[in-house]
């Protein structure tokens, strides 16, 4: 099983220093291992991380843990103070990961 492809909203353009709202969503189970369908437990299949950057540094990191919902929405708000290359990375628990990347045009 592959990861999905994830959604991510940026604004293309932006002032130096203005706020900008970022969202981010990946479509995923987050299964725990917990819950039974009849007499057999649903495999474990979580997502461990998201991380974004901004031109190579760290920006936001999020770790998921056992209370995270099914398809997980963040949404954050950065500064930036030039034009940047913005990348987020979803692994999950069997190493698998997902990525997509947005440009921000500050001027």
């Not at 940047?84 to 698998?96: A, H």
């Amino acid at each position: 099983m592959t990861l999905a492809s994830p959604r991510i909203r940026v604004p293309r353009s932006a002032r130096v220093g203005e706020a900008l709202e970022i969202r981010a969503l990946m479509e995923h189970p987050m299964e725990t291992g917990l819950r039974h369908e009849g007499n057999r437990a649903v495999p474990r299949d979580m997502l461990q991380r998201l991380v974004v950057s901004v031109n190579g540094a760290l920006a936001f990191q999020a770790e998921f843990r056992n209370g995270t919902s099914a398809n997980p929405y963040h949404v954050f708000f950065l500064r930036l103070d030039r034009t940047s290359e913005l990348v987020f990375t979803w692994t999950d628990e069997q190493g698998r990961s997902a990525r997509a990347q947005a440009r921000v045009t500050v001027g």
